[in-house]
């Protein structure tokens, strides 16, 4: 079983639309992550959050927000979608936040 | 903020050479990570090294970590051409614990 999911694997779609990615852990973990990566292989961190705390990116824009329904999941969703946002988008979790982060394989986000 | 920075951005060697990736940051850390990314995929875990800790092994791997100059370094022995993948370190920004990633450096292993 995949430990971390994340679906779809492809989005492509048109400026101004909303759209979310979901993601789900089946790794009990308590702590989950969003990561953009760009083209040039950058991996920013946009959101962390467990169940007693979300930290987000100062530099993320409000279109995102994540929204976490339980435990064992955490989606993104994003509103009024920009060319800019093309980029993968990576879900992660974690036991803790010191420990070894599990990675999804990732949804390619392509804004025409 | 960007915390790791990988040196080199790109590195190609050929088969049974080994390569060398280093890892430099800028504030105090708990831990340092390294992970691997096959194009196309996502990262996979490879060490985990803390910040009492100078040195850990994995296989052919062997990670260092020198906290006095704020860096670290990757280095995989008798590379295989299925080495070839981009590398990451990631550590967490002082106090919050938080994975933060490089660019990452992206080695290509020859046959």
């Known amino acids: 079983d995949t430990a971390v999911s994340q679906t779809p694997k492809y989005l492509v779609t048109q400026m101004g639309n909303d759209k979310s990615i979901k993601c789900e852990q089946n790794?009990?973990?308590?702590?989950m992550y969003w990561y953009k990566q760009d083209s040039k292989k950058f991996l920013k961190i946009m959101f962390s959050?467990?169940?007693?705390?979300?930290?987000i990116n100062e530099t993320v824009p409000n279109r995102f927000s994540p929204k976490s329904p339980d435990k064992a999941h955490l989606n993104l969703h994003i509103n009024s979608l920009e060319l800019g946002d093309s980029a993968v988008y990576f879900c992660?979790?974690?036991?803790?936040?010191?420990?070894?982060?599990?990675f999804g394989q990732g949804t390619r986000l392509t804004v025409v | 903020s960007q915390q790791g920075e990988e040196d080199p951005q790109a590195l190609s060697i050929q088969e049974g050479e080994n390569a060398t990736m280093n890892c430099s940051y800028k504030?105090?850390?708990?831990?340092l990570q390294w992970y691997r990314q096959n194009s196309g995929r996502g990262l996979v875990h490879l060490i985990l090294?803390?910040?009492?800790?100078r040195e850990k092994h994995s296989g052919r791997l062997r990670v260092t970590l020198d906290t006095s100059k704020k860096s670290s370094s990757l280095l995989i022995t008798a590379s295989r051409a299925a080495d070839t993948a981009s590398y990451f370190c990631?550590?967490?920004?002082?106090?919050?614990?938080?994975?933060?990633f490089g660019r990452g450096t992206s080695l290509i292993v020859h046959p």
């Open positions: 090294i803390r910040s009492n800790e």
């Open positions: 990631a550590t967490d920004e002082g106090g919050s614990y938080i994975p933060t």
């Open positions: 959050y467990n169940n007693k705390e979300l930290i």
């Open positions: 992660a979790s974690s036991q803790d936040w010191q420990g070894r982060a599990f």
């Open positions: 790794l009990g973990h308590d702590t």
């Open positions: 504030t105090s850390i708990n831990n």
